[in-house]
């Protein structure tokens, strides 16, 4: 019976692993998928960014006849954080979609460090912003490689010095080191396979090796274990310090010390500003998603310690 059920549940483990590959190969087409219509300009500008500020200047946006984003203006000044929130198809992804210039804006203009995206070359954008998404895509290679693509399309000769050095400061180099290949693990495929909290920690090792003045994060909507996310955000406040931040983010909880929030409804910015002053406003819209998720959390933390085994005996 024994030899029976190891195999299977090997292949089970094993066409999981296959098909994770196969979502996050389309997530990658997904994002790169880039429509035609957006040409780089005849004659770029070199982008220059200094300081990493980015301004949206009216900007409208449709995919179709519906308007997806309206007159939507603010600014992200050097260094500081904004957090877009709001309900699903509100338009936050394409929000950064337009940053990175998948499409062109129909009205207004987007700016980074007074520079319209437009008059740059789209690999120069692309090198200045680093990307932190939901669901990191993995290739089916090593962590070295995984990390290290991070500039290897751009400038390439990364050394094993700088993954390593990247890999530590994303708190994921003991962990690696544990493994029996090391860097050389080939992840995806027969080899290991790593958890959700890992696979972001390769992203975030893979933006610091990028090293961008900007760094988009897509925060997850399915939570990792409370300790986790805990450690996981220790990471990411480690790598936003510096850098300019635009964050879509679905836990409120997680971008309170943010410098401006932006309620997105509709396509459009019905709200803003840091969290104290958005709280204090019983009548905001921000407000009522503040309350449904402490709501939400505490009924879930009851939850928690009514299916704990200790609390019952206590
Ligand atoms: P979520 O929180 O669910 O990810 P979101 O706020 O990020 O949502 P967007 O992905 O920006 O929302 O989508 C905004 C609107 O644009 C939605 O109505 C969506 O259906 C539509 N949309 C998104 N991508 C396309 C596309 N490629 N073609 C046509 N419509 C699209």
């Given at each position: 019976?024994t ?10 483990t ?11 190969m ?8 880039e429509?035609i219509e957006?040409k ?6 070199p982008?220059?960014v200094p300081k990493?500020?980015i301004e949206?200047?009216n900007?409208s946006?449709?995919?179709?006849r519906q308007p ?5 203006s603010f600014?992200v000044?050097a260094g500081s954080t904004v957090?877009?929130?709001g ?5 936050k992804?394409t929000?950064l979609r337009l940053?990175?210039?998948f499409y062109?804006?129909?009205s207004?203009?987007i700016?980074?460090?007074?520079q319209?995206?437009?008059s740059?070359?789209?690999?120069d954008?692309?090198r200045a912003i680093?990307v932190?998404?939901q669901?990191t ?6 962590i ?8 290897a399309g751009?400038?390439g000769g ?12 994303a708190h994921?180099?003991d ?8 860097y050389e ?8 396979r790593?958890s ?14 990028k090293d961008?003045?900007?760094v988009?994060l897509?925060e997850?909507t399915s939570?990792?274990d409370t300790?986790t996310e805990?450690?996981?955000?220790t990471?990411l406040r480690?790598?936003?310090?510096d850098?300019?931040?635009?964050i879509i983010a679905?836990?409120?909880s997680?971008?309170v010390?943010a ?5 997105l409804?509709?396509g459009?910015i ?8 958005l709280?204090?406003n019983?009548?905001?819209?921000y407000y009522d998603?503040?309350m449904?998720?402490l709501?939400d959390?505490?009924n879930?933390a009851?939850?928690?310690l009514s ?8």
């Amino acid at each position: 019976i024994t030899q029976l059920y190891v195999p299977l549940s090997w292949f089970g483990t094993y066409y999981r692993v296959i098909q994770k590959n196969f979502i996050d190969m389309e997530k990658l087409l997904e994002l790169f998928d880039e429509p035609i219509e957006v040409k780089d300009p005849e004659n770029p500008i070199p982008l220059r960014v200094p300081k990493g500020e980015i301004e949206f200047d009216n900007v409208s946006f449709s995919y179709d006849r519906q308007p997806t984003l309206k007159s939507v203006s603010f600014k992200v000044p050097a260094g500081s954080t904004v957090a877009i929130v709001g309900p699903s198809g509100s338009g936050k992804s394409t929000i950064l979609r337009l940053l990175f210039r998948f499409y062109d804006v129909q009205s207004g203009s987007i700016k980074i460090d007074g520079q319209d995206i437009r008059s740059v070359l789209q690999n120069d954008l692309r090198r200045a912003i680093g990307v932190v998404p939901q669901d990191t895509v993995l290739f089916n290679d090593s962590i070295r490689y995984n990390i290290a693509y991070g500039r290897a399309g751009y400038s390439g000769g990364v050394t094993m010095g700088e993954v390593i050095d990247a890999a530590d400061r994303a708190h994921i180099h003991d962990r690696i080191m544990s493994f029996t290949d090391q860097y050389e693990t080939r992840v995806g495929e027969r080899g290991q396979r790593l958890s959700g909290g890992e696979k972001q920690r390769v992203a975030i090792a893979r933006t610091l090796l990028k090293d961008p003045r900007i760094v988009c994060l897509d925060e997850a909507t399915s939570a990792l274990d409370t300790t986790t996310e805990r450690n996981i955000q220790t990471s990411l406040r480690e790598m936003t310090n510096d850098r300019t931040t635009l964050i879509i983010a679905h836990r409120l909880s997680t971008i309170v010390h943010a410098d401006v929030i932006l309620i997105l409804k509709n396509g459009e910015i019905v709200e803003r500003g840091t969290h104290s002053e958005l709280i204090s406003n019983t009548d905001s819209v921000y407000y009522d998603m503040w309350m449904k998720q402490l709501a939400d959390s505490q009924n879930k933390a009851s939850f928690d310690l009514s299916m704990d085994p200790e609390a019952m005996d206590g």
